[in-house]
């Protein structure tokens, strides 16, 4: 029995600078039958985006999810927050091949993404490629574990 990247919960989160993409990622994992949660930002009125990237990666970290997805302007702050909580191996990706590589070697939990570096359809791209690689474990698990502590 294979990896089912399909049965994956999400939890999803932006502040208003990520909004807009944040309503597509949740319209396309929605298509792909992917259950998701939305951690708000809820409309485009400014918020502050550590307390959204601190909810989601909490979230993960806790196990009510398997991974999560949070969006801001560049996709730094938020990954910069979200790798503060314990457990959390948050990455910003822009292009496939780090998300391919942040799943294979590194076991990423969370991917945080720039709506204003990356458009819609790449950053769909994205994701997909990111929910659908599985960690390869093996050397690299021990690798994660020393990031662990």
Known sequence: ???????????????????????????FLQKHEIECYDFGVYEKTPAD?????????????????DKGIIICGSGLGVCIVANKVVGIRAVTCHETYSARVSRTHNDANVLTLGARVIGTDLAKEVVLTWLKTEFEGGRHQLRVSMIEG
Do not use: C, N, R, T
Request: charged share 25%; glycine share 6%; no cysteine.
């Open 1 to 27: 029995m294979g990896f089912d990247w399909k049965k994956q919960k999400i939890a999803v989160g932006s502040d208003h600078a990520g909004f807009d993409l944040k309503q597509e990622i949740i319209a």
């Open 49 to 65: 985006y550590p307390s959204i990237a601190k909810e989601v990666a909490l979230a993960v970290a806790d196990h009510e999810f």
